[in-house]
């Protein structure tokens, strides 16, 4: 158990719905991480929050959003949804903004 | 454009054998490489991780090799297990930029009893 958790583990919606997913990092970690983790993509990161504020952008598409809150929580919305946002994905945390990652158990979004 | 190239795709070995996984990069700034481990639904979970001022590191059974001038590095799982049957990802990236690891494409290890 790394200490990240994530809600919900599972999530079935329809195209063009909107979802949630949340994250809490370990206690202490300021650093928050989203990863995208499909069968013809592999893992591919998304965005990353240090206290708040974003770090860095990777492969997030417009119609996805992120923000950490106060309590270092983070949520990635995930809007106007499409077949192939079905994918796993995974919250990591970090205590700074570098070094090792511990990756929560992911959320499996399944778009019909 | 792939950032971190991992080799084979797949792999089997007879258990007490040695398990070899390779990745090549090409940016030349990355300075700090972890190997994750997943397990079916789990999360990727950190094994070892190396930064390029050492050509080898060891913890148990797992080693790294580092090769600078290749821009290339490797895990090799000593004594392989069954237990040791999971889906292994390397990563690299740049530690004074964000942190923002590229992952390898995976290699699906199996370990026969």
């Known amino acids: 158990d790394s200490g990240v958790t994530q809600t919900p583990k599972h999530l079935i919606t329809a195209t063009g719905q909107r979802v949630t997913l949340r994250c809490s990092p370990r206690?202490?970690?300021?650093?928050v991480y989203w990863y995208q983790q499909s069968l013809d993509q592999g893992l591919q990161f998304l965005i990353q929050?240090?206290?708040?504020?974003?770090?860095a952008k990777g492969n997030i598409l417009e119609r996805f959003s992120a923000q950490q809150f106060p309590d270092l929580h983070s949520e990635l919305n995930l809007s106007s949804l499409e077949l192939g946002d079905s994918a796993l994905y995974f919250c990591?945390?970090?205590?700074?903004?570098?070094?090792?990652?511990?990756f929560g158990p992911g959320t499996r979004l399944t778009v019909l | 454009q792939q950032q971190v190239k991992q080799s084979p795709q797949s792999l089997i070995v007879q258990k007490g054998g040695i398990s070899i996984i390779n990745c090549a990069y090409e940016?030349?700034?990355?300075?700090?490489f972890p190997w994750y481990q997943q397990f079916p639904g789990k999360g990727p979970a950190l094994l070892i991780a190396i930064r390029p001022d050492v050509s080898e590191k060891k913890e148990g059974r797992f080693t790294i090799s580092f090769n600078k001038s290749a821009k290339q590095f490797s895990l090799h799982i000593m004594d392989s297990q069954p237990g040791d049957s999971a889906t292994y990802f390397c990563?690299?990236?740049?530690?004074?930029?964000?942190?923002?690891?590229?992952f390898g494409t995976g290699t699906s290890l199996t370990v026969i009893p």
């Open positions: 990563a690299a990236s740049m530690l004074g930029t964000g942190n923002q690891f590229y």
């Open positions: 206690s202490g970690d300021l650093s």
């Open positions: 940016n030349t700034a990355f300075d700090y």
């Open positions: 929050y240090y206290n708040g504020e974003e770090r």
């Open positions: 990591a945390s970090s205590v700074v903004s570098v070094g090792e990652q511990f």
